[in-house]
C-alpha cells in the first residue's frame, strides 16, 4: 500500500514494509494506562545512530500542543549530551514505524520533497521525482515527527492489528546526511573513487568494516556495484584462525524501501532511490558461529 499526502512541497509517503527497523524498536505495553495516569506523551529510551542519540516520542491520543484528537502523534527526538547546541546543525533523514501485528508487517512513514532539479517535461505532461527530504535539527528544533500519524479509531480497531492487548510495536530508522560544524557523518558520498570503507564496527569481539566498489571489482567491474564485508585488523587474527560467519549486505533504496543487489545502471539511475544527493546507505548483520584455531601451535605452547 502506497499513500501521499501533499503539503506545499513536503508529501509524507505511507507504505508497508516486511523488513523491520533497521536502527530501533521498542514495545509499548498497557498504551491505555498512559491516558489514565494522565500521561500525555511516552519517551523511549536513547538509540545511537549516526554519531547521535535519539529516541521516539509517542502521543497515544495526539499532541494536543499542536491540536491533535483525532489521530495518534510520533515523533524523533534528538537527545543526550550530543545533541547540536543553536549554533550548529544536523542534518538527517528518517522513517518511523508501526507494526501490524495481524499481518506481522510495518507500516512506514517518511517525508519526502519535490525534486525540483529533476522535473522533466514529457510532451503535454510533468514528470516529478521525489527524493527524501533532509530534516534539520538543531537546539531549538529537536524533534521532527508527524502530528497526523494514525487516525485514533483506525488506531484502537483491534482488527487492524496496531494495537493488541493494549500494546503496540514502533520503530525508526535515522541516517544522518551532514553537519555544519564537525562534518562528519555515517554516509558515503562523492561516489567517483575506486573504493570506500565504512567506520570499524565490532561483532563476535572481531573489528569489521563494509568496503564498497561503485565501479565493480573484479569479473564486476564497470557492470556491477561490489560490496564485501572485511576484518578490519586482519593481520591481527593469529596465525592458523579461522572465522565462520553469516551475514548479510543490503544496499538501502531511499525511496521505495526495497533493499537488493543492482547493476551500475539502475544503482545510477535517480528514480530508482539508491543514491540521493550522490550518497548512498549500506548496512550489515553479522553473527559469528564460530572461531577455529591452529591445533599445532597450541600444542606447542
Known amino acids: 500500500m502506497t499513500s501521499l499526502n501533499f503539503n506545499d512541497q513536503n508529501v509524507i509517503l505511507r507504505t508497508i514494509s516486511d523488513a523491520p527497523p533497521t536502527h530501533y524498536t521498542v514495545k509499548i505495553q498497557s498504551v491505555s494506562l498512559l491516558t489514565k495516569n494522565s500521561l500525555e506523551k511516552y519517551k523511549s529510551g536513547d538509540f545511537e ?6 529516541k521516539l516520542a509517542f502521543y497515544p491520543n495526539g499532541n494536543k500542543n499542536k491540536n491533535v484528537t483525532d489521530h495518534t502523534s510520533l515523533y524523533l527526538v534528538m537527545s543526550g549530551s550530543n545533541a547540536p547546541q543553536i549554533s550548529s546543525e544536523v542534518y538527517a533523514v528518517f522513517r518511523l514505524f508501526l507494526l501490524d501485528q495481524n499481518n506481522r508487517n510495518y507500516l512506514v512513514f517518511e517525508v519526502l520533497i519535490f525534486a525540483k532539479h529533476r522535473l522533466i517535461f514529457l510532451y ?37 492489528g496496531l494495537l493488541i492487548d493494549d500494546t503496540c510495536v514502533l520503530g525508526a530508522e535515522v541516517f544522518v546526511s551532514k553537519e555544519s560544524s564537525t ?73 521505495h524501501a526495497r533493499h537488493q543487489f543492482i547493476t551500475l545502471g539502475h544503482f545510477k539511475q535517480a528514480s530508482m532511490g539508491f543514491v540521493l544527493k550522490d550518497t548512498c546507505f549500506v548496512e550489515v548483520e553479522v553473527t559469528v558461529h564460530g572461531i577455529t584455531s591452529d591445533c599445532s601451535q597450541i600444542v606447542k605452547q
Open 183 to 255: 562534518g562528519k557523518g555515517e554516509c558515503l558520498s562523492m561516489l567517483d573513487g575506486e573504493s570506500y570503507d565504512s567506520k570499524v564496527f565490532t561483532a563476535g569481539d572481531q573489528k569489521w568494516k563494509i568496503q564498497l566498489y561503485p565501479k565493480g571489482k573484479s569479473n564486476g567491474v564497470g557492470t556491477h556495484l561490489a560490496l564485501y564485508l572485511a576484518l578490519a585488523e586482519p593481520k591481527s587474527l593469529p596465525r592458523g584462525w579461522k572465522i565462520y560467519v553469516e551475514f548479510s549486505l543490503r544496499l538501502l533504496d531511499q525511496v
Open 124 to 160: 503535454a505532461f510533468h514528470v516529478h521525482f521525489l527524493e527524501q527530504k533532509e530534516m534539520r535539527f538543531h537546539g531549538l528544533k529537536l524533534e521532527w515527527g508527524f502530528d497526523l500519524f494514525v487516525p485514533h479509531g483506525v488506531f484502537t480497531e483491534a482488527s487492524n
Open 49 to 54: 545512530t549516526g554519531g547521535y542519540k535519539w
